[in-house]
């Protein structure tokens, strides 16, 4: 069977473990009924597992060609990239005076878990996209926005990120590009980007680009960077496309996985330098670059969610066919390998590493939307909340994608290990999530370094005791084990937190080596309450079954990680890099 | 140009089931669907609008909830909506239905003339093929049942060349506006909603009219009251006993399939032979 997009989970997670239908009601966004969007994700279900899914594995297999400066993606990409822009599908959540649909975060994350899971490699292109119409609204011009928003809602063109250099990577403020400003409001780049995502393509007929670069008397590191618009074909007053711009694709990468993703080496400036257009102001950017950043780890956060579904569909379906063995139950000879315990224990982790990290996603999605239709001081604190909640949805989320497509390949067995179930080809796509958009660690250390002490841990405060609330609501409509396991997860992660602020301030460089346990502990605490709410107010049996095993099977870990954050790192300080190289 | 497409809110036709006592369908707690004829009808009005402008307003008479269908037709381009809700519409046939159905078309019309209507060519539920004529009937409209395809549709000259099935071939048929057409299954295939359009269907308003703001002059005309049908029995036909026999032809003249099928005729039933004069005599 091919991919189904998992519709029931989607709204129960969206319906019951958040209450967002409850706040879409009369909200800003056009008061559409609940049914409306049940009747979108559908309609996006049946479009991903038609059109999109058809290409995955074809994709995985041809890969990208570059051939004289051009990229060519595999066959069928531009047609089905084509009727996907058609229909809307860029446009959820961006305004409608660029031609979106000004709808919520949420349903417009929900639809991309669905074309990740649907083939990844062709949603990464959109993703950059969507990123930047973010950043443009918040920070370009109007008349940059009037230019660029209308064809990048649409999607008849699409955008990329220009951040990493070969000596730049998780450490931006190191990039060397060169932008010269030509006195007429314009600038000319100079330098070599790599690993860029869809930097060269052609699935539309103008690209993007938004670089960041330093200006001639810019200040060194993070302070003296600026981002620039860099358009492919540059673009007439009247809109029409001009002139080939001087920025151009030099390599193109040979990965592990999304095969189907151009990740392209970028050469601004071969003759006379790359126009580009100032976006914000000089030196600041990179806060603008983070506006792109932010929402774009949120989009990253939900590719681990994706794979991590399309592989449990897979899995799931191979263990209900694959016979080997005796059944333990009845000792009858001959038996799926769906009747042995253990393979029901891998898939419930899968499927609980798919729930809980959904849930994250979307919770942290939906206190985007009640930050923009929130003002002043409540806004501010639904902001930071979401500042908050995107690191451990992106970390905790990738990771899990990562463990889960693992588990889908052991579930297979052989037949995992070998590329024709396409079981293999999930664990690989896996791979990149938790590295690009800010690696793990990177994700981590945010958490720990910038976002628990916010407002002097008033901002985590806050959270921490919405899931004590969220407990006490539930009496007797969970199971007692259930409750229990989560209260007392709840409980680690409170001192864990207590913890970790104190040593950051006490130890800091210690805090820095334990930030990722913590996080782990974070995000799967935050999973268990989550789905714990979600079955509180659901029937379905699998929900229900899959929150008891990640209560009883998988919270405990949490005691396991507070002891661990309790040793507060003085293993790891202890180390110094000379010790490896003996070792 | 002004399309209505009449359309009808189905029990899902897998999951229906009839009820024992009183023979009548069960539709409670199955899920409702557009009838799938009516699809094919809808994408050739909406083909039909985008080719040569103009609108595309569907129809349909159910209970409030037949609402649902009407959002779905405007989610795939359809522009406007109109349910025909009432008590009084309960327990329709096809007279009834198509009374009440011609009769908003006749209102719609005087709103904003109408040329061509659509039905689908029958329903998944009553299977009757009966509703489009019986609208064109009523309303006058020139009638083009059974077609496979619109060749071509001259506003100019207000007239419209269609293919239609028929025993043994096809015929190319051509007609003048406004007319009803019904199609067959298979003719094309409806369209994915887009996005704005989902968006315009969820917020659109579905007009939606009682039988007095439809028209209704004559009540006695709808409903069970205006529905002279009645379902005595419902049941699957016995199968036959005899089983049909396949004749092998390849190789042989028409001469021997014959005298070959003649023998074994003769040989099933052995009687025949003597009983032949019998039989011409009595003709
Ligand atoms: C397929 C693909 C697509 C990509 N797409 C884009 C794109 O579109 N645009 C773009 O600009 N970039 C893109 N990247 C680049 C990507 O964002 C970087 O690879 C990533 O940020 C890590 O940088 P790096 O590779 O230089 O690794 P490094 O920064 O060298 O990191 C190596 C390791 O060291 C750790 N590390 C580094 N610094 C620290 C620190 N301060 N504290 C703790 N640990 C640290 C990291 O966690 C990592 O484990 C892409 C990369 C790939 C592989």
């Known amino acids: 069977m091919t991919y189904k997009a998992p519709l029931s989970d989607i709204l129960t997670t969206l319906d019951k473990a958040l209450g967002y239908a409850a706040l879409l009601d009369g909200s800003a966004f056009g008061g559409l009924e609940w049914d409306a969007v049940e009747g979108i994700l559908d309609e996006a279900g049946k479009f991903a597992a038609s059109v999109l899914a058809p290409t995955n594995r074809t994709g995985d297999l041809e890969g990208v060609t570059l051939k004289e400066g051009v990229v060519t993606l595999p066959q069928g990409f531009k047609e089905a990239y084509a009727q996907w822009a058609e229909l809307g599908w860029n446009g959820v959540a961006a305004p409608e005076a660029f031609g979106g649909m000004g709808f919520s975060t949420a349903i417009a994350l929900a639809t991309f878990e669905i074309w990740d899971g649907a083939n990844m490699a062709l949603g990464t292109g959109p993703t950059l996209t969507l990123g930047a119409i973010d950043l443009l609204l918040d920070h370009a011009s109007d008349a940059l926005k009037d230019t660029y928003l209308p064809k990048l809602v649409s999607g008849a063109w699409m955008a990329t990120m220009h951040l990493t250099e070969a000596q730049a990577g998780s450490d931006v403020g190191a990039l060397r590009t060169r932008a010269v400003p030509q006195g007429d409001g314009t600038y000319r780049l100079f330098g070599e980007k790599i690993f860029i995502t869809f930097g060269e393509h052609d699935l539309t007929e103008n ?3 938004l670089v960041l670069a330093r200006l001639p008397d810019a200040p060194p590191g993070t302070k003296g960077i600026s981002l620039f618009l860099v358009p492919k074909i540059l673009v007439n007053d009247d809109g029409s496309l001009g002139a080939r711009n001087d920025v151009h694709c030099v390599g193109v990468e040979h990965k592990l996985g999304i095969h189907a993703s151009p990740t392209c080496t970028m050469l601004h400036g071969r003759e006379d330098g790359a126009m580009g257009w100032l976006v914000g102001e000089e030196n600041r950017g990179l806060a603008c670059m983070f506006t792109m950043m932010n929402a774009a780890r949120l989009w990253t956060a939900i590719q681990g969610v994706a794979l991590g579904e399309a592989s449990f569909q897979k899995a799931r379906d191979y263990a209900l066919e694959r016979v080997q063995g005796r059944d333990p139950a009845t000792g009858k000879q001959g038996t799926t390998i769906i009747h042995h315990p253990d393979v029901r224990r891998n898939l419930l982790t899968m499927k609980a590493l798919v729930l809980a990290s959904r849930a994250i996603c979307l919770s942290c999605a939906a206190t985007l939307d009640e930050a923009a239709q929130a003002e002043g001081k409540e806004k501010a604190a639904l902001m930071a ?25 052991q579930i297979h067995g052989g037949m995992g290990f070998v590329e024709e179930t396409g ?3 999930f664990l690989r796509d896996a791979r990149i999530p938790p590295i690009y958009e800010g690696t793990n660690g990177i994700q981590a250390i945010d958490l720990v370094t910038r976002k628990i002490p916010q407002a002097g841990g008033a901002v985590v405060a806050s959270v921490l005791d919405g899931f004590s609330r969220d407990l006490e609501g539930f009496g007797d409509t969970l199971p007692p084990s259930v409750l229990s396991a989560t209260q007392a997860a709840v409980g680690d992660l409170r001192v864990a937190t207590e913890l970790m602020l ?15 346990p913590y996080l782990r502990l974070f995000g799967l605490t935050m999973g268990g309450v989550l789905l714990a709410k979600g079955a509180a107010g659901t029937n379905d049996p699998g929900w229900r079954a899959v929150t008891r095993f990640l209560a009883e099977d998988m919270l405990p870990e949490t005691s396991a990680l507070l002891a661990g ?3 507060r790192g003085g293993a790891v300080a202890a180390t110094t890099p000379d010790l490896f190289e003996a070792m | 140009m002004h399309i209505v497409v009449c359309i009808k809110q189905v029990p899902d036709s897998a999951q229906i089931r009839v009820h024992p006592v009183t023979n009548t369908i069960m ?3 199955v899920p409702t669907i557009i009838n799938p004829y009516d699809l094919v009808v809808l994408e050739e009005a909406l083909r039909l609008r985008d080719q040569f402008g103009g609108k595309v307003t569907v129809l349909t008479m159910g209970p409030p909830m037949a609402d649902e269908s009407l959002r779905k037709a405007l989610a795939c381009g359809a522009d406007a909506a109109v349910l025909l809700t009432d008590r009084f519409f309960a327990g329709s046939d096809t007279l009834a239905t198509s009374f009440a159905l011609s009769t908003a078309i006749k209102k719609i019309d005087a709103e904003e003339p109408v040329d061509i209507v659509f039905a689908g060519k029958q329903t998944i539920d009553g299977d009757t093929a009966q509703v489009g004529p019986g609208i064109a009937k009523r309303m006058g409209l020139n009638q083009l049942t059974y077609v496979s395809a619109i060749r071509s549709l001259d506003l100019g000259s207000r007239s419209i060349v269609v293919e239609r099935r028929a025993e043994g071939g096809t015929q190319v048929l051509t007609t003048g506006l406004p007319c009803l057409i019904t199609m067959l299954e298979g003719s094309n295939v409806l369209r994915r909603g ?19 703001q439809a028209g209704v002059e004559d009540i006695t005309q709808c409903g069970l009251r205006g529905s002279p049908t009645v379902v005595k029995k419902v049941f699957a036909p016995k199968p036959r006993n005899e089983k049909a026999v396949l004749v092998e032809t390849e190789g042989k003249s028409d001469a021997e399939i014959a005298r070959a099928a003649i023998d074994a005729l003769f040989t099933a039933n052995p009687k025949l032979e003597a009983e032949i004069p019998e039989l011409v005599l009595a003709s």
């Open chain 1, 207 to 209: 690209i993007i680009h």
């Open chain 1, 385 to 409: 909340r979401a500042g908050l909640l995107t690191p451990i949805a992106k970390a905790f989320s990738t990771d899990a994608g990562l463990q889960a497509t693992s588990i889908g390949v």
């Open chain 1, 423 to 425: 079981a293999a080809q």
């Open chain 1, 502 to 516: 104190t040593l950051g301030t006490e130890a800091p460089v210690d805090a820095l080596g334990i930030a990722t």
């Open chain 1, 565 to 567: 954050l309790r040793a």
């Open chain 2, 27 to 29: 539709r409670q707690g």
């Open chain 2, 194 to 212: 887009s996005l704005p359009d989902m968006f315009r269907a969820a917020r659109a308003e579905v007009t939606t009219w009682n039988a007095e």
